[in-house]
C-alpha cells in the first residue's frame, strides 16, 4: 500500500507521524500512544524515586540519637591487660634485660597501683 503523505501540514489524508494519521488517535504523538513504549522508563524511575525516599526514611529514624552528656567512663573489665608499662616489662624480659622473677614482682607491683 502506497501512503500519501500529503503536503506536510498535518491536515488532510497524509501529514505527519505526530499529527495525523499514525497513533491511536488525532492528537500529538506522545498523547496518541507513540510514546506509550518508554512509560516503563518512568515507572521504573518513579519506583525508584520512592524506594530511595523510604530508604533513607528509615536510615534516619534507626540511626543513634545525638546526646551532650559525656561518656561514661570504661570499666575496669574493658581496659586492655597490656599496658604502656606492662608493655614495656615484658619487651625487656624478652631482651633479657629483667628475669621472670623479677617481672613477676614489678607486674604484681603495677595491678596493686
Do not use: C
Amino acid at each position: 500500500m502506497m501512503h500519501n503523505w500529503g503536503d506536510g501540514t498535518g491536515s488532510g489524508a497524509g501529514g505527519h507521524m505526530w499529527g495525523d494519521g499514525w497513533g491511536a488517535g488525532s492528537g500529538t504523538w506522545m498523547m496518541s500512544g507513540g510514546g506509550a513504549g518508554l512509560m516503563w522508563l518512568w515507572w521504573i524511575f518513579a519506583i525508584l524515586a520512592i524506594g530511595g525516599v523510604v530508604y533513607l526514611a528509615v536510615r534516619l529514624a534507626n540511626r543513634p540519637a545525638k546526646t551532650d552528656a559525656p561518656a561514661a567512663a570504661t570499666p575496669a573489665a574493658e581496659v586492655p591487660a597490656t599496658t604502656p608499662a606492662r608493655q614495656i616489662l615484658e619487651d625487656r624480659l624478652a631482651r633479657g634485660e629483667i628475669d621472670a622473677e623479677e617481672f613477676r614482682d614489678r607486674v604484681k607491683a603495677l595491678d596493686e597501683a
